[in-house]
């Protein structure tokens, strides 16, 4: 589904009353496998992107005065693009609202434009970023100290989305160049929350378990690296000031 103002909609109404009572035969649609009779048809073929919104767009620039001095329309179909995405989170809409208009693939293409207006990623930022905030990891002390400068906080306001692990959540900058490790838990970007206790208390359950498997299986060195990672785990929620007790054994 994609929202559409009622001026729009009524539009498409009306051009689909149109449509029913033409006699074109459908066109093969290959992504979809069958014949389809489309919508949008400038003398029996598939209406190019030129015909439905450039056209539309100039004689609309035109009617609003947005004409340069060299007679050239000032707003063009990116620029247009660019500014119903801004409109759209300036005005509150959600992250996946504005996937969806603008035909994006990822959450971080549409990122540019949420600017931290969507609810739920406002929480999440909130939750890490403000003061107060209730931290864990070797990363929270600077966040509190208030010692991440201006450039680390726009970054992530905009890539908010990026930055979130299993457990938690990445800090590392673009500038600082790639992780060079997969051990989170232990790295030094690495900042977790509350929020994130349940699925920390029950990855101790699965540590335990990994545990007792290397145990039966021999594995000295496994069962080292699960303990470790456990306590690591433990350690993470008594920061948070959580307890070790699973959900699902309380």
Same mark, same amino acid.
């Given at each position: 589904?994609?929202?559409?103002?009622?001026?729009?909609?009524?539009? !498409?109404? +009306?051009?689909? %009353?149109?449509?029913? =009572?033409?006699?074109?035969? *459908? $066109?093969?649609?290959?992504? &979809? /496998?069958?014949?389809?009779?489309?919508?949008?048809?400038?003398?029996?073929?598939?209406?190019?992107?030129?015909?439905?919104?450039?056209?539309?767009?100039?004689?609309?620039?035109?009617?609003?005065?947005?004409?340069?001095?060299?007679?050239?329309?000032?707003?063009?179909?990116?620029?247009?693009?660019?500014?119903?995405?801004?409109?759209?989170?300036?005005?509150?809409?959600?992250?996946?609202?504005?996937?969806?208009?603008?035909?994006?693939?990822?959450?971080?293409?549409?990122?540019?434009?949420?600017?931290?207006?969507?609810?739920?990623?406002?929480?999440?930022?909130?939750? !890490?970023? +403000?003061?107060? %905030?209730?931290?864990? =990891?070797?990363?929270?002390? *600077? $966040?509190?100290?208030?010692? &991440? /400068?201006?450039?680390?906080?726009?970054?992530?306001?905009?890539?908010?989305?990026?930055?979130?692990?299993?457990?938690?959540?990445?800090?590392?900058?673009?500038?600082?160049?790639?992780?060079?490790?997969?051990?989170?838990?232990?790295?030094?970007?690495?900042?977790?929350?509350?929020?994130?206790?349940?699925?920390?208390?029950?990855?101790?359950?699965?540590?335990?378990?990994?545990?007792?498997?290397?145990?039966?299986?021999?594995?000295?060195?496994?069962?080292?690296?699960?303990?470790?990672?456990?306590?690591?785990?433990?350690?993470?929620?008594?920061?948070?000031?959580?307890?070790?007790?699973?959900?699902?054994?309380?």
């Amino acid at each position: 589904m994609v929202p559409l103002h009622e001026e729009a909609a009524d539009a !498409i109404h +009306t051009v689909l %009353a149109i449509r029913k =009572g033409q006699p074109d035969r *459908a $066109i093969y649609d290959a992504d &979809l /496998g069958h014949p389809v009779r489309y919508l949008f048809l400038q003398h029996g073929r598939l209406a190019s992107s030129d015909y439905l919104f450039v056209g539309g767009l100039t004689i609309a620039s035109a009617a609003a005065g947005l004409i340069g001095p060299d007679g050239s329309g000032r707003v063009n179909p990116h620029r247009f693009r660019h500014t119903l995405g801004t409109e759209l989170g300036e005005k509150g809409a959600r992250l996946q609202t504005i996937m969806k208009v603008l035909g994006h693939q990822s959450a971080g293409m549409s990122m540019t434009y949420v600017n931290m207006t969507d609810p739920t990623v406002l929480a999440d930022y909130a939750s !890490i970023l +403000t003061p107060g %905030a209730v931290l864990a =990891g070797p990363q929270a002390e *600077a $966040i509190r100290n208030g010692q &991440l /400068g201006d450039d680390a906080v726009n970054w992530l306001k905009t890539n908010f989305l990026k930055t979130e692990l299993e457990l938690g959540r990445c800090l590392r900058l673009p500038q600082e160049g790639p992780c060079e490790c997969d051990l989170y838990l232990s790295c030094s970007k690495f900042v977790t929350t509350p929020a994130y206790a349940d699925r920390l208390r029950d990855r101790v359950v699965v540590e335990e378990e990994l545990i007792a498997d290397a145990k039966e299986r021999g594995r000295t060195r496994e069962v080292e690296r699960h303990q470790r990672i456990r306590e690591r785990i433990i350690d993470l929620l008594t920061e948070l000031d959580q307890p070790v007790t699973p959900r699902n054994c309380r």
